[in-house]
């Protein structure tokens, strides 16, 4: 059985553990750790510094090379399309600025550059009766043309009708161009749907075309780790119209930049350059907002006329900033 003398020795010595503590605290211990934090601080304080320092180095270093490449574009891009009549597409997603950034350096490279066609956001809606009434119009259109709809699994009819609107080809590979009576005809009923927007006529055959887009957003509130599958789905049909337009046209390049990372937003982009997707052979650039980019644009589609092909920028999956030189 514990005595009270037991206690009492415990007691002592945690009174004086406690003693030791206090004098150890509030001298040589209380001075160390004093000097820790302090030390840690200053240091925590001069690594803010550096890392603010080294921001507005790279912010000033790619402002500088943003001016040059500005400065420089005309003399990179030259003459290169100047044989060439070129249309943009702009996609619901793009922004103004791209899309004018597009019109602006296509025609610095010398094209003519045709009234800008808008496709609305019906062209992907993916309810049931909207796809049928799709469908119908793209027939009804492709009968004004006078073409007998082929197009690729995952396509629609629009997109070939579209595709033959904006180049006047009657089907891949075909020198045959379609009238510009039929065209009007067929521009009138996708406009009339409320499918494109654009000039009251058909915009002049084009031989090159881009197609300006954008992230996707996201329609799932729940979608914050992966890809929203209705925007995928959208950004899906994008491509698929941008490659049906590439193989009418003498050359096509898809420009949109990447969804911002951590999102669950879809940028056709990505999507295209996804191995197995419908646009095998189609380009793309993923940085038409710089100058570098717009560049990017010129570049591909002269190498498209020359039947080649990449994925250019600075996002993932690009092949390289900008089409290497033959």
């Known amino acids: 059985m514990i005595d009270f003398r037991y206690h009492l020795v415990s007691l002592a010595a945690v009174l004086i553990a406690l003693s030791i503590g206090i004098v150890l605290g509030a001298g040589p211990l209380n001075d160390n750790i004093g000097s820790t934090l302090s030390g840690e601080v200053t240091k925590l304080r001069q690594e803010k510094e550096d890392l603010r320092r080294q921001a507005n180095e790279d912010r000033q270093a790619i402002e500088g090379r943003d001016a040059y490449d500005e400065q420089t574009l005309p003399q990179v891009v030259g003459s290169r399309l100047s044989d060439d ?21 296509l025609e610095r490279a010398g094209a003519s550059v045709a009234d800008t066609v808008e496709v609305t956001a019906d062209w992907a809606d993916a309810d049931a009766t909207a796809t049928r009434e799709r469908d119908a119009v793209g027939d009804d259109a492709l009968g004004e043309l006078g073409v007998t709809s082929t197009v690729p699994d995952g396509a ?20 045959a161009r379609v009238d510009r009576t039929p065209r009007g005809s067929a521009w009138t009923r996708l406009r009339d749907a409320g499918l494109v927007d654009g000039p009251r006529d058909a915009p002049a055959a084009a031989d090159v075309v881009v197609i300006v887009g954008g992230p996707v957003a996201a329609t799932s509130a729940t979608a914050t780790d992966s890809v929203d599958r209705g925007a995928e789905r959208t950004a899906a049909t994008w491509v698929a119209l941008s490659h049906v337009v590439d193989t009418h046209a003498d050359g096509a390049v898809l420009a949109a930049q990447e969804a911002e990372q951590g999102s669950a937003d879809a940028s056709p982009v990505t999507v295209a350059r996804t191995p197995g997707s419908l646009a095998k052979g189609l380009s793309t650039v993923d940085d038409p907002e710089i100058p570098m980019g717009r560049a990017a644009i010129v570049l591909a589609l002269d190498e498209r006329l020359d039947g ?13 900033p900008v089409p290497q030189a033959p």
């Open 85 to 105: 009549t070129a249309t943009v597409v702009a996609l619901p997603e793009a922004s103004d600025d791209d899309v004018a950034a597009a019109r602006s350096v």
């Open 156 to 175: 629609q009819p629009i997109d070939q009708a579209l595709a033959v609107v904006l180049t006047g080809a009657r089907e891949p590979g075909d020198a």
């Open 308 to 320: 080649r092909s990449g994925h250019y920028g600075l996002g993932a999956g690009a092949d390289a």
